[in-house]
């Protein structure tokens, strides 16, 4: 009569856990769609007269007369933050005792660390197409068409999953949810040590050397090229380079610290 | 075969301070079908044995088999057989009973349909019926820890184990969990649980181990550990010193225990009056005297040097930290 399930079906079971306890705090999800919404229309507010639309035609538009595509990477990569709420999940888990209840079951260990990483996918997906979503209804407008939202859409998962991996193995690493929390720390470099408001031609000295080590600018200036540009190929390359190899690192290393927390002591 | 064979385990955690030889060196078996209690004080090693028997921990060194199959190098077959309720519950407090049991029944392979099934039998046989579609983070410790129970027993395993499932319970929630246990021995299944508590061990345990420090220091069944007291306790009360050190003098072997002295000898009632004759003779005056057949209690404090609870003069912690009342 029972007859172990297959890979996919405790990862399903798992996963809709997860999503089942993310929609019954759903007020949790709400701080990171408002900071990422508010990043939206404030800086359109306060800067969009400035630097784009009006002021087209002054030497200050490198927005192409739409300043909401301009900024409208900026909050889709402060959404996809929310990818570090695997690690908060994860660790949750672990301090609940839940997960040494999955560990005396035969379920595949990958599953207990699978599960959260996607709903940490899911919700990326969903925050930062909701936030594409007020900003198309705002006036975005991707320069290479519609096909624009999905690339940048795109490149947020790329770039959230980097996040999940990062607070998945600060998180297993630490052993507190403090620790996985502790992820969101990274946002406040990540995003204002870019070409943030302006391009990084006109940020300062040492801003301009900061950035240049940030990935999140080479992911930044990728989702802008689209949106503002056309197909400047290097440009948009560089960021899924950037995003790619991010990723690729904090998973390496959550997969590392995963397989310590499953270890045996 | 065997349901469980326990031989000379080890379990030692290398922290950066120091180690901690939590298990020393515990063996026992567990016959099918029967309660066993690992009975021991906090700290005593009893959820590191049971972790190291469920594969949850590494076995540092000894070996341990349940139902033949060895639990370190056939782990996957032992988590086949076996269901775990853990000390510290892992449950998810933002699902309901039914989501928990219908997600643990999947998990274990059963079809929809069976899991269905299997969810409202679990909840029937725990009593959770009502409560089924609340939130857990809603249940009473009572109601969490039956849920506990009824999710370990997804598998209809074979054996069963649970660490302290009464620990913090009232005495009535304690009972209604003990009669369930007990059903289930009644049903074949073999249940390995740890307690803190002689009156459950006695009541429960159709064999008792008592472990302290990380070591097995009695094992038997309750009358069995008992016996080997080798008769019943007299208890001497005094209402002064001077008393109880000159009865002290007279009746040899007694143990004090504060203003108590004991006695064991065989037939205990019968030699109460030759006792108090001979006391009141040299001018003692006895408060009380009471005989009584031995306890667990008093095994434990035989085995172990002190006592696990009750009388509050000679517990461990006091011989520890002194002025502690
Ligand atoms: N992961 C660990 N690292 C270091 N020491 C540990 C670890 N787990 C347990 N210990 C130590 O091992 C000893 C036995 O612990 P254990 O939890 O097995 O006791 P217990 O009998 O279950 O006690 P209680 O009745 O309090 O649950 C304790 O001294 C404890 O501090
Ligand atoms: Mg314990």
Redesign the pocket.
């Known amino acids: 009569m029972i007859t172990k399930p297959s890979f996919f079906i405790q990862l399903g079971i798992l996963t809709k856990r997860l999503i089942l306890r993310v929609l019954r705090r759903p007020l949790a999800e709400l701080p990171n769609i408002f900071i990422s919404a508010f990043f939206l229309f404030v800086y359109d507010g306060a800067l969009g007269g400035v630097f784009g639309g009006t002021a087209s035609g002054t030497p200050f538009d490198f927005a192409n007369g739409n300043f909401v595509n301009f900024i409208l990477p900026v909050s889709i990569v402060s959404a996809s933050l929310s990818g570090a709420a695997s690690g908060i999940y994860l660790v949750e888990d672990i301090e609940s005792g839940v997960f040494k209840r999955y560990q005396s079951m035969p379920i595949s260990r990958w599953v207990i660390i699978l599960a959260p990483m996607i709903v940490g996918a899911i919700r990326v997906l969903l925050q930062a197409s909701l936030i594409m979503l007020i900003g198309k209804i705002i006036g975005a407008d991707p320069a290479v068409g519609t096909v624009g939202f999905l690339i940048v859409l795109s490149l947020a998962f790329i770039w959230g999953m980097g996040f999940a991996g990062y607070s998945v193995a600060a998180g297993v690493k630490s052993g507190s949810s403090q620790g996985a929390q502790a992820a969101t720390f990274l946002f406040f470099p990540a995003i204002f040590l870019a070409p943030t408001f302006v391009p990084r031609e006109a940020l300062k000295g040492w801003l301009e050397t900061a950035a240049a080590y940030n990935p999140t600018t080479y992911v930044i200036e990728s989702m802008r090229s689209v949106m503002v540009e056309g197909w400047v190929i290097d440009v948009l390359f560089r960021g899924y380079l950037a995003a790619g190899i991010f990723a690729a690192i904090t998973l390496f290393f959550a997969v590392i610290s995963a397989r310590k927390a499953t270890e045996k002591? | 075969m065997l349901a469980v064979e326990v031989k000379n385990i080890k379990?030692t955690?290398k922290?950066k301070k120091d180690t901690?030889?939590?298990?020393k060196d515990v063996s026992f078996s567990v016959e099918k079908g029967e309660i066993f209690g690992l009975l021991?004080?906090?700290?005593?090693?009893?959820?590191?044995?049971?972790?190291m028997l469920t594969t949850l921990l590494r076995i540092t060194d000894g070996e341990a088999t349940i139902l033949g199959s060895d639990v370190a190098t056939e782990d996957k077959s032992v988590r086949e057989k076996i269901g775990v309720a853990l000390?510290d519950t892992g449950i998810d407090n933002i699902l309901t009973g039914r989501e928990l049991f219908f997600s643990t029944a999947r998990l274990w392979g059963y079809s929809t349909k069976d899991s269905e099934t299997r969810t409202n039998e679990l909840l029937e046989l725990v009593g959770l019926t009502e409560a089924a579609d609340r939130r857990v983070k809603t249940y009473s410790g009572g109601m969490k820890r039956r849920l506990d129970l009824g999710l370990s027993l997804v598998n209809s395993p074979e054996i069963l184990f649970l660490?302290?499932p009464t620990?913090g319970l009232d005495p009535g929630s304690r009972r209604v969990l003990w009669d369930e246990i007990k059903r289930l021995r009644d049903r074949g299944v073999t249940v390995i649980l740890?307690t803190?508590y002689l009156e459950e061990a006695d009541e429960l345990a159709d064999r008792i181990a008592i472990?302290d420090e990380?070591l097995v220091v009695a094992e038997g069944t309750s009358d069995q550990l008992k016996a080997s007291i080798g008769g019943d306790v007299i208890t001497f009360s005094f209402s002064n010193k001077l008393d109880l050190e000159n009865a002290k003098k007279i009746l040899n072997d007694c143990k004090q225990e504060g203003n108590d002295l004991r006695i064991t000898v065989q037939d205990g009632a019968g030699k109460i009056p030759s006792f108090v004759n001979e006391l009141t003779a040299n001018n003692i005056e006895i408060e009380a005297v009471s005989a009584s057949k031995p306890t667990l209690d008093d095994v434990f404090l035989k085995v172990t040097g002190y006592r696990l609870e009750g009388s509050e003069t000679s517990t461990k912690s006091e011989e520890v930290f002194g002025e502690n009342q």
């Open positions: 002591a | 379990k955690f922290t901690v030889e939590a298990v021991g004080p906090n700290g005593a090693g009893k959820s590191t044995t049971i972790l000390q660490d302290e620990t740890t803190q472990i990380g």
